[in-house]
C-alpha cells in the first residue's frame, strides 16, 4: 500500500492543509480552512478522495505548536 502525507499547519483563525507524496511532489492544491468543526470535517473527506485517485492511504501529520506541544516532567 502507498501512502501520502498530508500536513496541516495549525493557526489562531484559518488553518492550511497539502499533501505529497514520498518524493515532496504536490498532490493537491493547498487547501485553507477556518477554525471551525464545518470546515474542519472537510479535510478528510477531501484529503481521501485525493488519495483514493492514488491508490494510496493517507497519513496525517500536524505541525507541533506551544498548545499542542507538551513536555513530560
Known sequence: MRFIYVGIDAAKEKHMAEMKDR????L???ITFDADLHDIEQ???KTCHAASKQD???IF???ATEKTTRQCN
Open 56 to 58: 494510496a492511504k493517507p
Open 43 to 45: 479535510i478528510p473527506e
Open 28 to 30: 493537491l492544491t493547498p
Open 61 to 63: 501529520a500536524m505541525e
Open 23 to 26: 518524493a515532496g511532489n504536490t
